[in-house]
């Protein structure tokens, strides 16, 4: 079932703001570059946002991809200028997503790795994605970024932990890892490992209770 989700994958252009019907066609493995408007967000941004109930002020209805990422920017004069967008496990801010996703109308959330259960049901209900990065460095994802558009709560927050408005052209590649349609592309590889594991372990006798050596067990 993995192999021919893959195999079917797609390259898919997208422009903010993303809509329902856009991100509902997506599928596991498409490669998705992005081109508009999209804002930053780690620990500090939940916590303004959903445990305090005082998100920054964006239109998230205009700005509705998040990305999880502490960003690296200069001084360049006047303006600020991206240094690298090197993207932080999304897993850490499963406990504030689904709340994220309503309260906000986020359609993608950009990170590294994947998301829960419960973040994923989210996702299938209201129309969101998850989009997982693929090796390709901070530093070149940063020269993607055409504009800093804003940041909010700089001062209190600092540079990695504030929120950030970047616009950028053709930002990417990521791979769907998580569709709005309760597919997850990890759990669903972690599930076809496993599976050829026990059959090979059959295979050549292996004790189904075999730990390797340093394999600390539960």
């Not at 600092?158 to 408005?165: F, N, S």
């Not at 990521?174 to 597919?183: E, K, M, P, S």
């Given at each position: 079932?993995?192999?021919?989700?893959?195999?079917?994958?797609?390259?898919?252009?997208?422009?903010?703001?993303?809509d329902e019907k856009t991100v509902r066609a997506l599928g596991l493995g498409d490669r998705v570059y992005l081109t508009g408007q999209f804002f930053t967000g780690r620990s500090r941004f939940h916590q303004?946002?959903?445990d305090e109930a005082n998100p920054p002020p964006?239109?998230?209805a205009q700005i509705n991809v998040l990305m999880h990422v502490g960003p690296v920017l200069k001084r360049d004069g006047n303006r600020w200028v991206p240094v690298s967008l090197d993207q932080t496990s999304s897993i850490r801010f499963s406990k504030w997503e689904p709340e994220t996703i309503r309260r906000l109308g986020l359609r993608a959330i950009i990170g590294k790795t994947t998301m829960d259960e419960a973040t994923a049901c989210v996702m299938r209900e209201c129309g969101c994605v998850h989009l997982t990065r693929v090796?390709?460095?901070?530093?070149?994802?940063?020269r993607c970024v055409t504009r800093v558009v804003d940041v909010f709560n700089l001062e209190e927050d600092?540079?990695?932990?504030?929120?950030?408005?970047f616009e950028a052209e053709n930002l990417g590649p990521?791979?769907?890892?998580?569709?709005?349609?309760?597919?997850n592309l990890f759990?669903?590889?972690?599930?076809?490992?496993?599976?050829?594991?026990?059959?090979?372990?059959?295979?050549?006798?292996?004790p189904a209770d075999f730990?390797?050596?340093?394999e600390v067990s539960d």
């Open positions: 079932m993995v192999s021919t989700m893959i195999e079917q994958a797609r390259e898919v252009q997208l422009a903010t703001p993303l303004h946002a959903i964006i239109d998230y090796g390709t460095p901070g530093n070149l994802l940063a600092g540079m990695t932990e504030a929120t950030w408005v990521f791979i769907v890892d998580i569709d709005a349609r309760g597919n759990r669903d590889v972690r599930r076809a490992t496993e599976l050829k594991m026990k059959l090979l372990y059959q295979r050549f006798g292996i730990t390797y050596a340093g």
